[in-house]
């Protein structure tokens, strides 16, 4: 599965961003998408999760109730909404998929196969 990630973009404080990760080549609804984040001199971080089907979602503790993961199977799509944007979420975002037969998504980027080439969110303050 070929995957790019949208949607970044300069925003201040308090903003909000929706990023897009579209996938091509294969069944989508058979992977696990996951979103991770690097802020520059730092390790790549869980961000947030959504299971194939869409009914399990798993998310970083710094997102809780400002970030939200969704993903439209027939538009092989999964949107993250960010709300309540802090400076400290600037960072390049990737997404990331990883086929399960069953309903699960992981947080580690170690279980996911396909990366998308990410996308730059920088928060001013």
């Known amino acids: 599965v070929q995957l790019q990630a949208s949607g970044g973009g300069l925003v201040q404080a308090g903003g909000s961003l929706r990023l897009s990760c579209a996938a091509s080549g294969s069944t989508f609804s058979n992977y696990a998408v996951g979103w991770f984040r690097q802020a520059p001199g730092k390790e790549r971080d869980f961000v947030e999760a959504i299971t194939g089907s869409g009914t399990g979602i798993y998310y970083a503790d710094f997102v809780k109730g400002r970030f939200t993961i969704s993903r439209d199977n027939a538009k092989n799509t999964v949107y993250l909404q960010m709300n309540s944007l802090k400076p400290e979420d600037t960072a390049v975002y990737y997404c990331?998929?990883?086929?399960?037969?069953?309903?699960?998504?992981?947080?580690?980027?170690?279980?996911?196969?396909?990366w998308g080439q990410g996308t730059l969110v920088t928060v001013s303050s």
């Open positions: 990331a998929a990883a086929e399960y037969h069953t309903d699960y998504a992981p947080r580690s980027s170690y279980e996911y196969d396909y």
